[in-house]
Nanobody
Framework: QAQLVESGGGLVQPGGSLRLTCTAS????????LGWFRQAPGKEREGVSC?????????????YYADSVKGRFTVSRDNAKNTVYLQMNSLKLEDTAVYYC??????????????????WGQGTQVTVSS
């Protein structure tokens, strides 16, 4: 059964850092575009960051970041571990949300972050509070 499982959420003070991890089971992520999304209470789901697949040797991964997280969040992937990461630094109160990872096979990073993916994780709560 294809599954994405997020971990790494928690409670952190403003200015702190967290690293979210999303690991796939039942399928391999190599050819998938991957993304991180978040949804705060009463708000719509937002595409936070997305990363391309790498089907051509030597091609750098393409990434996309929402304006609200540029310079603070970094997305990365480790295909050998079937995992995608989201490093979140300088966290703000407004980063509080449930964070989800997603995967889709045939899309671009921009479209991924706008529309979401075929596969979704169950989400992990990130709370930024003093």
């Amino acid at each position: 059964q294809a599954q994405l499982v997020e971990s790494g959420g928690g409670l952190v003070q403003p200015g702190g850092s967290l690293r979210l991890t999303c690991t796939a089971s039942g399928f391999t992520l190599d050819h998938y575009v991957l993304g991180w999304f978040r949804q705060a209470p009463g708000k719509e789901r937002e595409g936070v960051s997305c990363i391309s697949n790498n089907l051509d040797a030597g091609v750098t991964y393409y990434t996309y970041y929402a304006d609200s997280v540029k310079g603070r969040f970094t997305v990365s992937r480790d295909n050998a571990k079937n995992t995608v990461y989201l490093q979140m630094n300088s966290l703000k109160l407004e980063d509080t949300a449930v964070y989800y990872c997603a995967a889709e096979l045939l899309t671009t990073v921009q479209n991924m972050c706008l529309s979401g993916g075929d596969y979704w994780g169950q989400g992990t709560q990130v709370t930024v509070s003093s």
